[in-house]
């Protein structure tokens, strides 16, 4: 499974940089989020990939459930896809945003790809191994190399979003007597944390299932975990409660190493 969303994340991850070099216009949502053509045109790369090789699995993708396209994924495994995370950093012209593609069994990520193309970087992982892949400028993976967590140290990096911190976000690492804390976009934070280069992330405010489970399934890889604030694993496929959105997340703490649960340093 990885190879396909490999595949498919490497020829995305190909137009997106084709988009940003030849310039784009901005459209907004219905949420007031921006959407381009390289949204669009890198989902429909990916559902052609997961469709010629999975056909049988639905696929909830951001764009398409946008669009009023959602699946039913009732007590089925299922994909999860955000062709273009972090679109505003695309616009603004940053380097993390991101390709995301993932597989849902039970309610956890089992599965997971992240690629960055403007940075050159993949992060990928399934059945407890993870994988960093180093992408040529040919859009081809050049170099892989294995990734874990790194066990936490007393003195803890976290990692925060770069346009959604939260005052709740400083009172967790006040609590837990974190004092560094770096700001990232996309989910390249899950990956951050996979392989060992910072320790804890905690999220406050509104994110969406397709954001979080391909990061998510790299870093349990990687062995970390993703947990909501009463400690229980994130789950995914989270649809038909009346007070939020179908796919939306609650808060989350996401850990890198063995200091998983809620305590103080």
Same mark, same amino acid.
């Given at each position: 499974?990885?190879?396909?969303?490999?595949?498919?994340?490497?020829?995305?991850?190909?137009?997106?940089?084709?988009?940003?070099r030849?310039?784009?216009?901005?459209?907004?949502?219905?949420?007031? /989020?921006?959407? @381009? %053509?390289?949204?669009e045109?890198?989902?429909?790369?990916? &559902? $052609?990939? =997961?469709?010629?090789?999975? +056909? !049988?699995?639905?696929?909830?993708?951001?764009?398409?459930?946008?669009?009023?396209?959602?699946?039913?994924?009732?007590?089925?495994?299922?994909?999860?896809?955000?062709p273009?995370?972090?679109?505003?950093?695309?616009?603004?012209?940053?380097?993390?945003?991101t390709?995301?593609?993932?597989?849902?069994?039970?309610?956890?990520?089992?599965?997971?790809?992240?690629y960055?193309?403007?940075?050159?970087?993949?992060?990928?992982?399934?059945?407890?191994?993870?994988?960093?892949?180093?992408?040529?400028?040919?859009?081809?993976?050049?170099?892989? /190399?294995?990734? @874990? %967590?790194?066990?936490?140290?007393?003195?803890r990096?976290? &990692? $925060?979003? =770069?346009?959604?911190?939260? +005052? !709740?976000?400083?009172?967790?690492?006040?609590?837990?007597?974190?004092?560094?804390?770096?700001?990232?976009?996309?989910?390249?934070?899950?990956?951050?944390?996979a392989?060992?280069?910072?320790?804890?992330?905690?999220?406050?405010?509104?994110?969406?299932?397709?954001?979080?489970?391909?990061?998510?399934?790299?870093?349990?890889?990687?062995?970390?975990?993703?947990?909501?604030?009463?400690?229980?694993?994130l789950?995914?496929?989270k649809?038909?409660?009346a007070?939020?959105?179908?796919?939306?997340?609650?808060?989350?703490?996401?850990?890198?190493?063995?200091?998983?649960?809620?305590?103080?340093?």
């Amino acid at each position: 499974m990885l190879r396909t969303f490999e595949r498919a994340a490497l020829e995305a991850g190909k137009a997106i940089i084709t988009v940003l070099r030849e310039g784009f216009p901005v459209a907004m949502k219905a949420d007031a /989020s921006p959407v @381009t %053509v390289a949204d669009e045109e890198a989902e429909r790369i990916i &559902l $052609a990939h =997961l469709a010629r090789d999975y +056909p !049988e699995i639905p696929v909830v993708a951001e764009e398409s459930v946008a669009a009023g396209k959602v699946p039913d994924i009732a007590g089925r495994g299922f994909f999860l896809v955000d062709p273009l995370d972090g679109t505003r950093e695309f616009v603004d012209g940053r380097q993390e945003f991101t390709v995301n593609i993932a597989y849902i069994e039970n309610g956890a990520p089992l599965a997971g790809i992240v690629y960055a193309p403007a940075l050159g970087l993949a992060f990928s992982g399934e059945h407890g191994h993870a994988e960093r892949l180093v992408v040529t400028d040919h859009f081809t993976v050049g170099a892989r /190399s294995a990734i @874990t %967590v790194r066990e936490q140290p007393d003195d803890r990096l976290a &990692l $925060a979003s =770069l346009r959604h911190n939260s +005052p !709740e976000t400083g009172s967790f690492l006040a609590h837990h007597a974190i004092s560094k804390c770096t700001n990232i976009g996309s989910s390249l934070k899950f990956c951050l944390l996979a392989e060992g280069k910072a320790d804890v992330y905690p999220r406050f405010t509104r994110t969406m299932e397709w954001d979080t489970a391909a990061g998510d399934a790299v870093l349990r890889a990687a062995g970390g975990s993703t947990v909501t604030l009463d400690g229980a694993p994130l789950t995914y496929g989270k649809t038909g409660a009346a007070a939020d959105f179908d796919f939306a997340n609650p808060n989350f703490i996401s850990w890198g190493g063995t200091k998983r649960a809620l305590e103080p340093a």
